[in-house]
């Protein structure tokens, strides 16, 4: 069955305090793999899409890798700012247009 | 064009009542999703529309629900008969043509609450 699996499942970093999100895949053909940020009480916000292993994409204090089995999420010096729920999700050979999320990681960045 | 609207962005209803949401995608993007997300849950496809063809429906879309893109352009997620179990944010996203590369553009859901 296909899986995602995010870890950890919340994350508390002081300021400036760098780390990694991992989103790890068990799925039969990968066509793309995607990065959200959902704050509270809002739809999720798209950030990056990765399509092969070795890729990487990068946006202000993030950076998107991809693996043949996970991706990660690096946050450098991240800021208050950063808070809030990072999701990723598959986009599967013959699954059609939909997106298979992960749970999500919850990160807070406290001053 | 301010992005995906969605509306109501709440609805109370008691169980058994039948609630009706909209949505109104991005005015170029020719597809259309709707999906369901639980407190601490990542979102739950439900349905995609392309033009006005609904092409997908998951298994999670009982025949309680029902989803139409009448013209291509808004679209509506009716729930009928509804149970507690189908308290839930319900998102709609919409994303422009072909490609795999392109994210979609969710909106802010409606939040139904069931009692």
């Known amino acids: 069955e296909d899986q995602v699996t995010q870890s950890p499942e919340a994350l508390r970093l002081q300021e400036g305090e760098s780390s990694s999100l991992n989103c790890s895949y068990t799925?039969?053909?990968?066509?793309?793999l995607f990065w959200y940020r959902q704050d509270p009480g809002k739809g999720p916000e798209f950030l990056f899409t990765?399509?092969?292993a070795g890729e990487e994409k990068e946006k202000e204090r993030l950076k998107a890798t991809l693996t043949k089995k996970e991706s990660f999420l690096h946050i450098t010096a991240p800021k208050p700012e950063d808070s809030a729920t990072y999701l990723c999700?598959?986009?599967?050979?013959?699954?059609?247009?939909?997106?298979?999320f992960g749970t999500g990681t919850q990160l807070k960045v406290e001053l | 064009d301010t992005g995906v609207s969605q509306d109501p962005r709440h609805k109370i209803t008691k169980r058994g009542q039948n609630v009706t949401f909209r949505c109104d995608p991005i005015?170029?993007?020719?597809?259309l999703y709707w999906y369901r997300q639980t407190l601490g849950q990542g979102p739950e496809f439900l349905t995609y529309?392309?033009?006005?063809?609904?092409?997908?429906k998951s298994r999670l879309l009982s025949d309680r629900f029902s989803a139409e893109r009448p013209k291509g352009s808004f679209s509506t997620l009716e729930i009928q008969r509804t149970e507690q179990g189908d308290s839930a944010m319900y998102l709609c996203?919409?994303?422009?043509?072909?490609?795999?590369?392109?994210?979609?553009?969710f909106g802010s859901g409606t939040r139904l609450t069931v009692v």
């Open positions: 996203a919409s994303s422009p043509g072909q490609g795999v590369g392109y994210g979609y553009t």
């Open positions: 799925v039969s053909g990968l066509r793309g």
């Open positions: 990765l399509y092969s």
């Open positions: 999700a598959v986009r599967l050979e013959g699954g059609g247009n939909k997106l298979t």
């Open positions: 005015s170029e993007h020719n597809r």
């Open positions: 529309f392309q033009n006005e063809a609904q092409l997908e």
